[in-house]
């Protein structure tokens, strides 16, 4: 693995000035060239409103669906497991079919956001609508129309009490960062299978045990996990 160096680090020296202005520059051309590309091919979902393609992360723009350790209520009473419903509704709609999703930027996470398609149905409008996702509004009223819809019928998220999916990430955190050195509650392990961060909103994060001596360590951002060599825990 080589080794991380930011570039404000290499720009320390007057005399670099002009070298590091363009490796700034085209670090930057290389994330805004990004919007309007195209992705497509075969999708593997990694959550309700992940998906990966021919290697390349996706987070479905303008929606938000439940984490897969997620529960919500059903309309009488009881619950269900909302989170892995979404993602295997999401599989459903993808599973086997030829996915384009159109760029729209990076989140600050580094991953592309994107307006997907099957066979030109649009896949972010079908997991809002049938009940699955929230309209993500603090990034895009795209899909409010679609959620209002659900909303109306009660279909999904909507039959009993939902907490939103962001609420229930802060939630978590809140509640993890209590126990992680210096409020730092990602933890990275070490595994079979490589280096995977875990968040506080994982499936299995409260069965992982960090043990420093392994190379295992606690990040305080996905950035930091990424950047020390840790990949995302699949969730589906």
């Excluded at 409010?144 to 659900?150: I, P, R």
């Amino acid at each position: 693995m080589s080794e991380f160096v930011p570039v404000s680090l290499l720009c320390r020296p007057v005399a670099f000035a002009l070298v590091c202005t363009a490796l700034l520059t085209a670090s930057l051309d290389r994330a805004y060239a990004r919007a309007g590309e195209t992705i497509g091919g075969r999708a593997l979902v990694i959550d309700g409103d992940t998906l990966e393609i021919n290697g390349q992360r996706v987070r479905l723009e303008g929606i938000d669906a439940p984490e897969m350790a997620q529960t919500c209520g059903r309309r009488w009473f009881g619950s269900w497991s909302c989170g892995a419903e979404a993602s295997r509704m999401l599989t459903s709609r993808v599973d086997g079919r030829h996915v384009e999703c159109a760029a729209q930027g990076l989140d600050k996470y580094g991953r592309v956001l994107g307006l997907c398609t099957v066979d030109n149905r649009d896949i972010n409008s079908e997991m809002v609508r049938s009940g699955y996702a929230w309209a993500f509004v603090k990034y895009s009223n795209r899909y409010v129309a679609d959620e209002s819809y659900a909303r109306t019928e009660k279909l999904g998220i909507w039959q009993g009490k939902a907490e939103p999916a962001w609420e229930y990430r802060a939630n978590r955190w809140a509640n993890a960062e209590t126990d992680a050195p210096n409020g730092c509650a990602i933890k990275g392990n070490v595994t079979e299978h490589g280096h995977i961060y875990h968040m506080p909103w994982s499936p299995w994060y409260g069965k992982v045990k960090v043990e420093t001596a392994k190379g295992e360590a606690w990040f305080c951002t996905e950035r930091e996990a990424s950047n020390a060599g840790f990949r995302p825990a699949m969730q589906h």
